[in-house]
């Protein structure tokens, strides 16, 4: 158990410009999550992947974010036209079942400035 | 949807005390809810978990209390040090796609 990791683990980057993080989850996980952690509160989710499905979304992930997860490994959150208010620590999480019984794994996530 | 409310938001303390950090849930349908750890710079790290069937959880100096009918449960931390300064989430899961956590509490122990 490797557990999860996150690349890059900061970024910053300009007002309009577009961004892509990445995150590898423990391998044998098929569940992978992104969230989303502003300052002083606590993890708020984005996104969920059962195997390369896309299966929810969050009314926070606006027309602006895509996420992919291709072969049902590896995932990436893309964010275009970035605004100040995406400035965050996005964070990605694997786990071996649904979460009505089975914990999150964090990575230690992808901090964003937008300037 | 899941409601969760933690507090309180910030907590400090002496070595060698106990701390308390107790969180509410509204959705009666929950039946796990687990504890994270966040240590500056790190994403949240699973500490403790408990699931409906039990009332109680213990792992060495922390524990968990979970009171169904109330709606809400605990983390108390035993014998504390200087290493268990963190902020602390609970968390409840919204149905079986999503977990909600709190807002999260700061503890400090001062030696």
């Given amino acids: ?8 683990r900061h970024k910053i980057t300009k007002r309009g410009q577009n961004v892509t993080f990445r995150c590898d989850p423990i391998s044998e996980h098929n569940r992978l999550y992104w969230y989303r952690q502003t300052l002083g509160q606590g993890p708020e989710f984005l996104t969920y992947f059962q195997n390369e499905a896309q299966l929810e979304k969050s009314r926070l992930l606006s027309d602006r974010f895509s996420a992919e997860r291709p072969k ?3 995932s990436t959150l893309e964010i275009q036209r970035t605004e100040q208010g995406d400035s965050a620590m996005y964070l990605c999480a694997s786990s071996p079942g649904p979460l009505g019984n089975s914990p999150l794994h964090f990575g230690n996530g992808t901090r964003l400035t937008v300037t | ?9 910030t907590l400090s303390v002496q070595e060698g005390d106990s ?9 009666s349908a929950s039946n796990y809810f687990p504890w994270y750890k966040q240590e500056l710079g790190k994403g949240p790290q699973l500490i403790i978990d408990i699931r409906s069937n ?8 922390i524990a968990v209390t979970l009171n169904k009918t109330a709606k809400h449960f605990s983390l108390h931390i035993t014998e504390t040090q200087p290493e268990d300064s963190a902020v602390y989430f609970c968390a409840a899961p919204d149905g079986y796609n999503d977990m909600r956590f709190g807002a999260g509490t700061r503890l400090t122990v001062k030696p």
Avoid: L, M, W
């Avoid at chain 1, 158990?1 to 890059?8: I, K």
């Avoid at chain 2, 039990?54 to 100096?61: A, C, I, L, N, P």
């Fill in chain 1, 1 to 8: 158990d490797t557990g999860v990791s996150q690349d890059p």
């Fill in chain 2, 54 to 61: 039990v009332g109680e959880k213990k792992d060495q100096r």
């Fill in chain 2, 19 to 27: 701390a308390v950090i107790k969180c509410t849930y509204s959705d």
């Fill in chain 1, 72 to 74: 049902g490994s590896f």
């Fill in chain 2, 1 to 9: 949807g899941e409601n969760v409310e933690q507090h309180p938001s």
